[in-house]
C-alpha cells in the first residue's frame, strides 16, 4: 500500500505541475495610496479608480489611514465614489511622517512594539473604514523600502490577508509571485509592471518585451502611486531624513502639465485593452484570489519520512508532498514526540533571537527529545535553543533528531553541528543581506538594530502558495 501511494503521490504531484504550467498568469493591480498633503493627488485615485471600473478590472488601492480622514476634510465624495468599485487595504496611519512604523518598531521588545503598532494602525485602519464604508481591508504595504515583521504579524492577526511590496525582498527563486512570510500572502512587487512608466511614451516592442517576461511568473502585480500622475515628483519628500515642517505646513510637490497627466491615462487604458486581450495573463484581485487558495494539507507520521528527505537536501520550504514550511514541520515534529499522529497546519512563527545550534557532535536520547517536546510552548516565536537531557541544541538540530527518530524508531540519534535558520540566501538572496540603516526614508537615528535580522529570522514561516511551473 505504501508503494501505491507514493506513486500516486507522485502522479497527483505531477498533474498539479501541469495544472500550474497550463494556468495564465494572474495580474492584481495595486495602487499605493498615500498622499494627505496635496488634494489635487486625490484627482488621480478618482481618475485611476475610474479608467479601471471602465474596464470592469478591480484595483487595490493601499491608502494612507490619515489620508482617509483626509479625504472626509476635503470633502472628496467624488473620490469615495470612484472607490466603491474597487479593494481598499492600509498603508499605515502616517506612511512616511516619523517614526514611521519600521522606525518605532526597531526595539528588542517585540511585545511594546506590537501593542504602539495595534493602537496605530487601528487608527489609521478605522479611518479609512469610517471615509470609504468598506469593512474589510484586503491589503497591507509598508511604506518606503522597508519592512517590520511587527507589522507583517499584526496585520496578519487582523485578518488582512495579503501583503504587496516587499522591495523585492520577497523575490523568491521560483519567481512565482505568490509565497507566505510571517502568516500573510506575499504578492511582490518584484514581478511587476510599474505602470508609472506610461508616464512616458513606451514603444510597442518594449511593452510586448516585458510581457513576454511576465507571462512566465505565475502571479504578477502591476502597480503605480495614483499622486505620480499629477506631481513631478513623489509627495513625501518633505520626510525625507526627518520631519522637515510643521505637522500639517508642508509644501506641496511640483504640478504635472495637465497635457501629460491626460495622455498617461490615455495609455493606461490603450495597455489595459491590450492586456484584456492576452490569452497568457488573467486579470483577478485578491477576493478571488483568497476564495481559490489551496486549503492547508495535513502532516502525518507517514509525510516524516519525505519531509526528512527534503530538508536533509535544502532546509527551506518543503515543496512535496505539500506546501509546508519550516515552521510547519517543526511543530509537527512536536506534536508527533506528544503522541499525535497528525497535524494541521496553522499560523506560524519564527525567532526573536539568532538561533544557537551545537559546536560539536553530541548524542540525544529519544526519550528525552520527547520530555523536550512535552513542555516545549510552541504557541508563538520558537526557541532558539532547547534543553534535551541537560543538553543545549538548537531548533534546527531538534528538528532533524526529532524527525530521524520518529522515522527509524531508534532510542538514541546523533546531532551534528549545522545551520540553524535555513538557506535563506538561496530562497530569498535579497533579504539574506538586507539592511535598511541610511536608505530611504529614514532618520538618521534609525539604526536597524533588530529590523533587518528579525526579517531573516521568520524565514521558517516562508512556504509557496502553489507548486512552481
Known amino acids: 500500500m505504501k508503494v501505491h501511494a507514493k506513486i500516486l503521490g507522485s502522479v497527483l504531484l505531477a498533474a498539479a505541475l501541469s495544472a500550474a504550467a497550463a494556468e495564465p498568469t494572474k495580474v492584481v493591480f495595486f495602487f499605493d495610496t498615500e498622499d494627505f498633503i496635496q488634494p489635487r493627488s486625490s484627482d488621480a485615485i478618482r481618475d485611476m479608480a475610474n479608467v479601471l471600473a471602465a474596464e470592469g478590472v478591480k484595483g487595490h488601492f493601499a491608502m494612507v489611514g490619515y489620508l482617509g480622514k483626509k ?24 506612511h512616511s511622517l516619523h517614526p514611521n512604523i519600521t522606525e518605532y518598531t526597531d526595539i528588542e521588545d517585540f511585545d511594546a ?11 489609521g485602519i478605522g479611518m479609512l473604514m469610517a471615509a470609504t464604508g468598506k469593512d474589510r481591508m484586503w491589503c497591507s504595504v509598508l511604506p518606503g523600502n522597508g519592512n517590520t515583521i511587527v507589522g507583517l504579524y499584526l496585520y496578519a492577526d ?4 495579503f501583503f504587496g511590496g516587499g522591495t523585492g525582498m520577497y523575490e523568491d527563486e521560483t519567481k512565482c509571485g505568490d ?5 500573510q500572502r506575499h504578492l511582490n512587487y518584484a514581478y511587476s509592471l510599474h505602470l508609472e512608466s506610461f508616464l512616458h511614451e513606451q514603444p510597442e516592442n518594449v511593452i510586448n518585451a516585458k510581457l513576454d517576461e511576465l507571462a512566465k511568473q505565475q502571479v504578477v502585480t502591476f502597480y503605480m502611486h495614483p499622486h505620480m500622475a499629477v506631481c513631478t515628483r513623489h509627495w513625501d519628500w518633505v520626510f525625507r531624513k526627518g520631519n522637515l515642517y510643521p505637522f500639517g505646513e508642508w509644501p506641496y510637490a511640483e504640478a504635472r502639465d495637465p497635457a501629460v497627466t491626460a ?31 489551496n486549503p492547508r494539507r495535513p502532516i502525518t507520521r507517514d509525510d516524516v519520512p519525505a519531509i526528512r528527505a527534503a530538508l536533509a537536501k535544502s532546509l527551506g520550504p518543503v515543496r512535496a508532498p505539500a506546501e509546508w514550511s519550516i515552521a510547519d514541520c517543526f511543530l509537527a515534529a512536536v506534536e508527533f514526540l506528544r503522541g ?11 525567532f526573536l533571537y539568532a538561533p544557537k545550534g ?8 529519544a526519550a528525552d527529545l520527547v520530555a523536550a517536546a512535552q513542555r516545549m510552548d510552541v504557541s508563538r516565536f520558537l526557541p532558539t535553543s532547547i534543553d534535551v537531557g541537560g543538553v543545549e541544541i538548537g531548533p534546527a538540530d531538534f528538528l532533524f533528531a526529532a524527525l530521524e527518530a520518529i522515522e527509524t524508531g531508534k532510542d538514541e540519534v546523533l546531532v551534528t553541528p549545522r545551520d540553524q535558520l535555513g538557506d535563506i540566501a538561496r530562497y530569498l538572496p535579497k533579504m539574506a543581506t538586507v539592511n535598511f540603516r541610511d536608505t530611504w526614508i ?24 502553489r507548486p512552481s511551473r
Open 71 to 94: 479625504l472626509v476634510d476635503w470633502r472628496r465624495f467624488d473620490v469615495i465614489d470612484a472607490l466603491k468599485a474597487h479593494h481598499v487595504g492600509t498603508q499605515t496611519l502616517y
Open 340 to 350: 499525535k499522529t497528525l497535524h494541521r497546519p496553522g499560523k506560524t512563527y519564527g
Open 158 to 161: 487582523m485578518g488582512i490577508p
Open 263 to 293: 495622455a498617461y491615462y490615455e495609455r493606461v487604458k490603450a495597455f489595459l485593452k491590450k492586456l484584456k486581450a492576452d490569452p497568457r495573463f488573467e486579470i483577478t484581485d485578491c477576493p478571488v484570489l483568497l476564495a481559490a487558495q
Open 442 to 465: 529614514y532618520t538618521p537615528e534609525y539604526k536597524d538594530a533588530w529590523t533587518s535580522n528579525r526579517l531573516r529570522w521568520q524565514f521558517w514561516t516562508f512556504r509557496y502558495e
Open 113 to 123: 512594539a506590537y501593542v504602539r503598532a495595534l493602537e496605530e494602525e487601528s487608527r
Open 358 to 365: 551545537v559546536k560539536e557532535q553530541v548524542r540525544v536520547k
Open 179 to 183: 509565497i507566505w512570510y510571517c502568516n
